[in-house]
């Protein structure tokens, strides 16, 4: 051993001791976090324990059956018709979004760009109750004219718009598309708030960069916002899926319920989890109570499978992850 | 093609290109620029011979940076910019009525002081990204040809030509700010900007870059910002010293060939500068 060098050559015990006044608050960080996971265990505890009675009766059959009255209930056409009214509120919300998005972010002027953002914040900001006697009582009767034209111009070679009975007026009204339009108007303004958010957050550099070479601002859009933005965009179309498949009152005002899988959009009839528990709740004996909690069990799981795989993309993306700034 | 068959083609022309025509110089008359209210430069007028490298320097503070910036218009990019004056590129005013922004750049190119690559963009895109976004259509084999070119002028060709494929923003500082001038070579400019290109470097990322500016010259004009005595005596034929003190803006205090302003420069302050005796 050469003279002046330390005993060991280990790697030794680094030790950064802890204040209690530091122990305390981390404590209380702690438990406010963990109280996060607790409350969503226990929702989901609820709901399983209340809806086993059913699932049990229903076994399997739950998943199967598109009927829903005592003795005879399950999800098979309720969940997929929420579902459609949620890919209709997506089709028409996305587009206007993120063009919206892109418009405060990149092009509006200044006094502008913060009077839309408050706008779209406020859009948020009302009631679904509001959307939905909106959509019921403004929105359907102007509509049905356009719903009508689209049946009978693109029905016959888009299936999924045609229209049996076109003859009855009535067949026009309480379809998903028409919840679908209305949901898409409560989820645009998170998806815009969400993108334009990240869109913003589109490095200076780059956006320089881009500019220097002689680009016009679409093509620094194309080549730096968007590909920047990818992740965040994503995950922001995946809330607003997640927000327009739980969506209730609104849509409940406006469907007329129907229990077999409707594919034709524009038809009178349309279903959604949320508004079968909403529009059943009171009516339920035990059993039907306990079918209801099964249901709302499998919308939990679906949100929440949504949302986890938008944050993980979220989350692996420049927009999450650390950026190379 | 290999590094030996490439080498004199590229390295020739840089030597006499010093004296050829078509390269393009650039000048600017009497031009001030504000912030707002406040007023950064003051009438500065210089000649940017065409094919030569020419050094902007000063303290920090003193509108070199600006300056730069106003040369091909990223000057108005900053909200409440204004300028006074003419920027002529060929004698034509690049802020005449009617001139749009995008083609000024795409004619004066620029390198920024932090490495800016298209991190998600592979080498070879970022090197061609400049062609889309310019809205210059070229067939497959020219872009190649394109990228193989203005890869070896920037000096960086040997390090990545095995890895086009790979992403820009792995590539490290020095190299990846040799990107960047290869991705302003490849839309072909006549004039090239550079602020501060090195301060962000090691020193042998700073050499690398300070060889390919002088492979570059002859080839296209340069004006390069830096805060770096020696290496504006390296790389430029001509300079401008930029000073501003609390209340005046900044304007040039003198200019002329760089062997001049270092070894006999007709102002002291000048001479202070350029000797380490102030900013």
Redesign the interface.
Known sequence: MAPGEAAEDRPRRIVAPVTPADRLFRSGLRAAGMSVFVIMGLVALFLLLRGLQALRVAGGSFFTQTAWKPGSFGVASVLPDGVMIAVVALLIAVPVSLTTAVFISEYAP?WLRSFLISLVDLMAAIPSIVYGLWGLVFLQPNIVGLVRWMALHLGGFLPFLHVPEADIPSSYTSSTFIAGVVVSLMITPYITSLSREVMSQA?R??R?????????RW??VR??VL??SRGGIVGAVMIGFGRAMGETIAVALIISPNFSVTWHVLQNGANSIPSLIALRFGESDDLGLSALMAAGLVLFALTLGVNVLASTIISRS?TGAA??? | MTDADLAPTVQMPAVQAATATGTHGLETRAVSAWFGERKVLDRVSLTMPAGQVTALIGPSGCGKSTYLRLL?R?HE?V?GAGLAGEVLLDGDDVYAPGRL???V???I??V?Q?P??????SIYDNVA??L????IKVTHQERDELVETSLVRAGLWTEVRDRLKTPG?ALSGGQQQRL?IA??LA?SPDVLLMDEPCSALDPTSTRRVEETIELLRGRLTIVIVTHNMQQAQRVSQRCAFFLASHDTPGRVVESGPTEQLFDSPRDERTSDYVNGRFG
């Open positions: 200044l490095p550099g780059e320089e960069g881009a500019y220097a070479l002689g680009s016009t093509g620094m080549s730096v590909p920047y420049r950026t190379a700034d | 091909n990223m990019m909200r922004p995008a083609s750049r795409r004619r190119g620029m920024f932090r800016n690559p298209f991190p998600a963009m990204s400049g889309k976004l310019a809205g923003g960047c991705r302003s839309v």
